[in-house]
């Protein structure tokens, strides 16, 4: 893992190199770079199957993250590698030319997230959430919350007590 | 028609049985979740204490607190325990996460059918399930995040030899910024409300800081309880004890967050603030007794509701024990004044210097008023009797403290010895203390008591300090004789204490006669507990009272006692402590006004 890392680090630049096990390593670079480092790594190092990618909200920051893995069946180990792009109107570069399954990945974090993958096949249509009215709900700004008390009703027979009220009717009801 | 090829092709799928099959059997035996797999709850509920924090952080309210068999409500826990929708629960563990005693943890077993969808509906602990054995799954990881601060915001307090020449107070108080951070630390449980005497409104009130409004905080402060300023200093602050943060890490500061509030609303603005401008009078009359932490406060909640109040005090000042006790390092007396002063403001006359009993009897009173409620304290010191109490440089802490806080000049030796082991013993001895310091310039306490160190009554902090303040603190032995020699004290005889009780719970100290100590010190002071004085209550009505255990007068759940215009709260009945009597005013208040309603 180390030296493929090593060779990586001559052809782009990496920013942070996380070695978290023995067979998981996770690279941060720049947007601009990742689609042509994930070519790379598929062409030139052997990390031929493409396991998911998924992002993270860091509405603090006015960051997505967008986080691609890669495996490389032969050597079997894991290669992540991590972007940073702006939450505001977010747009990534497509890969779906890479992997054809990426294109339904982008699909979804369209839907979730609102994030852009201009060109990538399909994206626009909706992927889980027929009908859904409201901003992307795994942005940290969708009130989970809220949207299921006002959408979802109560399975029949629930009931909850509130632990202060329930001590006090036990505890000291006339006071 | 068929072809040949037809008739032959189910047989070709002969050819895979031999092989070894693509799909997984099921059961899905082979595929545990991986160790850290996010599955079905389990819940240690001997540990759990119903705090209802996973409920409230579930976004997706999937957890609903239920009564449980076996599980009572009691101090510290409310009996509820989380039952899970899995119809509605997306393992995202936050509720594992957050929980506050660490009882809750997800186990890695992720596959269940059942034909019956109200069985994904449990009480994790409680409902037995396959997985409760289960080691692995999610728990919340050590060290590496926490939800809300384990660590309290550290309180300013003067270093020991700055404060161990002065009657300066010693606690600093939260400045803004970290007022608002400790009180980040709630989790609004409120746990703690059914511990509090008063059960105030705690969390509403730290809500309140947190919003930075600082005047609901008052209010809310001032539903419940008239003295936060006083209360905010030298609570003995049980709610600490129970604070659902306390498992894990460091309770809330809620004694110092009351304090803050009070603190920072001047007291111009109270009225205002409290709406209490335009009290409306119902032309009803209450006498009280006693302007000590019971009586002020029965005095604040009846004037509140439109009666006259009249409260007859033996002392010259007001505020009992908090003024005549507690020593000023700990509660200054401008504090004291900002409380008693606001109630003053809302129309309760004081009338000093008069002394039930003796200077007005209690007859005349009930005649006089509609009711009257008596919170006079307990005031009389105790004496160990043993040989040589009778010598005249040998006190009683109680009228000590009096003098001390009444601004009164008192004997101070330079080797002192303090018979007692609770807090009023810390309070003298670390008075004494400081006043040998300024006589001095150096302290020479020792304060003993029969209980040994694990088991004094006094407050871990208050022997702490003491000692700070180079008071030596010697506990465990027991006073025979004091040493008299031409007149003069030369120390107290004591001998080891194994045991305080019998079997049967009965106060009967068992001694070691062979370990002997002697205590150096040319004046005694005696703190053992004190007594009450009930003499004004005369013999014509103590006839109608009804008396409860250990001598005390019995009252029913409004304090009114069987002499029905005779209400009666405070250390005589209840505590003692200071939130004790301002519970017992205010419910007294309350049932003097439904009394007088009925009548
Ligand atoms: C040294 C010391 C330290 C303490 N520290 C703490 C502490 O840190 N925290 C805490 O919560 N509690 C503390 N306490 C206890 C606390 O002060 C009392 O529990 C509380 O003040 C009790 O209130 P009360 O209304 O019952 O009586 P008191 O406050 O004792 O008031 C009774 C009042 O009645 C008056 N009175 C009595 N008899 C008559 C009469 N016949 N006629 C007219 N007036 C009369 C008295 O002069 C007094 O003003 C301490 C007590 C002492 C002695
Ligand atoms: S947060 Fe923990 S302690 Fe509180 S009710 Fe839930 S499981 Fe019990
Ligand atoms: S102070 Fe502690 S016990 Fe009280 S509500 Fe807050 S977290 Fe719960």
Redesign the pocket.
């Known amino acids: 893992m180390k030296k493929i890392i090593e060779n990586l680090g001559y052809k782009f630049i990496l920013y942070e190199v996380e070695y978290q096990r023995k067979n998981l390593t996770f690279v941060t670079v720049d947007k601009e770079n990742t689609v042509q480092l994930l070519a790379y790594l598929r062409d030139y190092e052997g990390f031929k199957h493409f396991v998911l990618m998924t992002a993270v909200d860091w509405i603090e920051d006015g960051l997505f993250q967008i986080t691609y893995i890669l495996n490389n069946p032969k050597k079997k180990i894991d290669l992540a590698i991590r972007t940073k792009i702006l939450r505001e109107k977010a747009k990534m570069t497509t890969a779906h030319h890479l992997w054809n399954q990426v294109a339904t990945y982008q699909r979804e974090l369209k839907e979730m997230f609102g994030i852009d993958f201009p060109g990538s096949p399909r994206v626009n249509e909706s992927f889980i959430l027929e009908g859904w009215d409201n901003i992307p709900p795994m942005r940290r700004d969708f009130d989970t919350k809220k949207y299921a008390e006002e959408t979802y009703f109560p399975r029949l027979g629930r009931g909850t007590n509130d632990p202060s009220e329930y001590m006090k009717q036990k505890l000291y009801p006339n006071e | 028609m068929s072809s040949i090829k037809d008739i032959l092709t189910p047989f070709t799928a002969w050819k895979n049985v031999f092989k070894e099959p693509v799909t997984v059997k099921y059961p899905l035996t082979e595929r545990p979740g991986a160790p850290r797999y996010r599955g079905f709850h389990k819940n240690d509920v001997q540990t759990c204490i119903g705090c209802g924090t996973c409920e409230s952080i579930c976004e997706n309210e999937a957890i609903d607190m239920v009564a449980v068999a076996g599980f009572e409500a009691k101090d510290g826990d409310s009996g509820l325990r989380p039952k899970v929708d899995y119809g509605r629960c997306c393992w995202c563990a936050l509720c594992v996460d957050v929980c506050t005693t660490g009882s809750l943890c997800l186990s890695n077993e992720y596959t269940w059918v059942d034909t019956d969808p109200d069985n994904f509906r449990f009480i994790p602990g409680v409902d037995e399930k396959s997985w409760d054995k289960n080691e692995l799954g999610w728990k919340k990881p050590e060290g590496d995040y926490e939800f809300y601060g384990l660590k309290r915001v550290e309180m300013g307090e003067l270093e020991p030899d700055e404060r161990n020449h002065s009657f300066i107070e010693m606690i600093k108080g939260y400045s803004k910024q970290q007022a608002e951070k400790e009180a980040d630390r709630c989790v609004e449980c409120g746990i703690c409300t059914a511990t509090c005497p008063a059960h105030m409104g705690i969390p509403e009130y730290i809500k309140a800081i947190r919003n930075n409004d600082l005047e609901e905080g008052l209010r809310i402060l001032y539903d419940t309880n008239p003295l936060p300023e006083i209360c905010g200093r030298?609570?003995?602050h049980k709610c600490e004890s129970v604070c659902s943060v306390g498992h894990r890490g460091e309770p809330l500061s809620i004694r110092w967050l009351k304090r803050y509030i009070a603190d920072q609303n001047p007291s111009e603005k109270y009225r205002a603030i409290l709406e209490t401008e335009n009290l409306q009078k119902n032309g009803k009359k209450v006498a009280i007794?006693?302007?000590?932490?019971?009586?002020l406060s029965a005095a604040h909640y009846l004037v509140k509701m439109g009666y006259e109040i009249e409260i007859?005090?033996?002392?010259s000042e007001?505020?009992?024990?908090?003024r005549?006790?507690?020593?000023e390092y700990?509660l200054p007396y401008d504090q004291i004044d900002k409380d008693i002063n606001y109630i003053l403001s809302l129309g309760v006359k004081i009338h000093y210097n008069?002394?039930?009993?003796k200077d007005i009897t209690l007859k005349k009173m009930s005649e006089d008023f509609d009711a009257v409620f008596a919170?006079?304290?307990?005031?009389l010191g105790r004496s160990t009797c043993v040989e040589g109490t009778d010598h005249k440089h040998v006190y009683q802490?109680?009228e000590l403290?009096r003098k001390i806080t009444g601004g009164e000049e008192i004997h101070v030796a330079e080797k002192i010895v303090v018979i007692g082991g609770g807090?009023?013993a810390m309070?003298?001895a670390r008075s004494l203390a400081r006043l040998q310091k300024i006589k001095y310039g150096k302290v020479q306490v020792i304060t003993t008591s029969l209980e040994t160190e694990e088991k004094m009554p006094a407050d871990r902090e208050e022997v702490i300090e003491a000692r700070e303040e180079m008071a030596t603190v010697n506990p465990g032995w027991s006073p025979q004789r004091i040493e008299i020699v031409d007149g003069k004290i030369k120390g107290l005889h004591v001998v080891q204490c194994l045991s305080l009780f019998d079997e049967t719970g009965k106060f009967n100290p068992q001694c070691n006669l062979d370990n002997k100590n002697f205590f150096e010190g040319d004046m005694i002071v005696e703190s053992i507990g004190?007594g009450m004085?009930l003499s004004?209550i005369t013999e014509d009505i103590k006839d109608h009272l009804e008396m409860g255990p250990r001598g005390r007068i019995r009252v029913n759940d409004n304090f009114q006692t069987s002499v029905p215009w005779l209400f009666m709260?405070?250390?005589?009945i209840q505590?003692?402590?200071?939130?004790?009597?301002i519970a017992n005013?205010h419910k007294a208040a309350l049932g003097i006004d439904k009394f007088l309603i009925e009548k």
């Open positions: 030298i609570c003995t007794i006693g302007a000590g932490a019971s009586g007859f005090e033996k002392l007001a505020g009992g024990m908090m005549y006790g507690i020593p700990r008069v002394n039930v009993g919170g006079t304290g307990l005031h802490s109680i403290l807090n009023v309070d003298i004190q004085d004004y709260g405070g250390d005589t505590g003692p402590d200071v939130i004790h009597g005013g």
